[in-house]
């Protein structure tokens, strides 16, 4: 079984900066993509930023170009830099992996962390 551990979210001006991160951990063979979505009040879970084994990154139209996501597959870690964070960035945070747990697998699992929480307000 495979948990997902994310930090680094809080409260922040608006214009601020988060840096959010995820670390993966329990029997892990090996990692397909890493991803970030949010969730506000009232409104679907959507895609904010994604990155595959091989490091192409995918986008939310919303946030491109004040965030950059990056993985440390050493690390079992996926990260996502927020910058210029607007009062509309507020949501909850997900983290999101797909995994083998061994090399006898088919198919990628996937899993989602418990969410940290971003708020941006003054």
């Known amino acids: 079984q495979v948990q997902l551990v994310e930090s680094g979210g809080g409260l922040v001006q608006p214009g601020g900066s988060l840096s959010l991160s995820c670390v993966a951990s329990?029997?892990?063979?090996?990692?397909?993509?890493m991803a970030w979505y949010r969730q506000a009040p009232g409104k679907e879970r959507e895609l904010v930023a994604g990155i595959n084994i091989g490091g192409m990154k995918q986008y939310s139209e919303s946030m491109k170009g004040r965030i950059t996501v990056s993985r440390d597959n050493a690390k079992n870690t996926v990260y996502l830099q927020m910058n210029s964070l607007k009062p509309e960035d507020t949501a909850v945070y997900y983290c999101y992996v797909e995994y083998l747990t061994s090399s006898d697998d088919a198919n990628y699992t996937y899993t989602w962390g418990q969410g940290t929480q971003v708020t941006v307000s003054s």
């Open positions: 329990g029997t892990i063979f090996s990692m397909n993509g």
